[in-house]
């Protein structure tokens, strides 16, 4: 039989007889309260286990917060998207119809043109419909392009024009953001004039202090009356306003802030956004 020694390093057995001295003394000595010394021990123990298992749940509850956070940070993204997808469809119906009209008089060389103008404008929709940001200069950009294929559908009826201020031409801003104002610039403004009366819509983007300002101004005739007048016909529900709701959506979301108002006179309108 092969007997197998074990060699215990010295360290070891030192910290063997130190526990059996602590275990002596604590049969002997009593702390104040009458505790010995391995009570105190365990006691100690425990406190430090109770203490790490409320830094653990502690934890626990950060990060389960910051998913929260996480998760609510997305669906508002995604509201956001949604609602700014629901403006694509909107605005390719009309240009169907506009093109489908030229197609039907035989306008060849409109048509043509209208066509040419509308895929460019429809390529950027869809490269800056994913973005949050894009910059100023693009949404000046489309905006002009979007009046300019308005003007093919209602010939003679408004004149446009789109000041951009170069010191800001790079600061971000939602995509299309203007769209909601430049419509109704439009169908509840200019388009209403009597047709000898000339419609002038102008679009104005300059920096501010702390931000950009987009102004949409146009001689369409007192807005709120317009609106009064459809929401007693039933057309207009103020709810369903996406400029809104995108504001609300966008300001839950970023610590930039987007307010937006209007101003209207009697032969004019001044709809103001302000990105800060």
Known sequence: MRI???????????????VKRVRAESLQQKVPGGLGLEAVVVLILLVMTVAACLYGYRRLQQRVRAQQEEIVQLNQLLKLKILQARLNPHFLFNSLNALQYFIA?????????YIGR??????????????????????????GEYLRLEQYRFPGRFEYEVELDEEVDQTGVPPLITHT???????????NLPQATAGRIRVTLKGTDDGVMIE???????????EKQEQMKGIYDGKEDL????IQVFNR???RKI????????????AVLVIT
């Open 4 to 18: 197998v020694k074990i060699v215990r390093p010295a360290g070891y057995i030192s910290l063997l007889l130190l």
């Open 105 to 113: 008089k035989d306008d060849k060389r409109t048509s043509l043109q």
């Open 118 to 143: 509308f895929s460019g404008f429809l390529r950027k929709v869809i490269v800056f419909g994913d973005e949050v940001f894009i910059r100023l200069k693009d949404e000046s950009d489309m905006i």
């Open 181 to 191: 104002l430049l419509e109704d610039a439009l169908y509840r403004g200019v388009l």
């Open 216 to 226: 949409v101004w146009d001689n369409g005739g007192d807005r709120r009356q317009s």
């Open 243 to 246: 400029l809104e709701r995108r």
């Open 253 to 255: 979301q970023h610590s």
């Open 259 to 270: 307010s937006h108002h209007l101003e209207s006179g009697e032969t004019w309108n001044r």
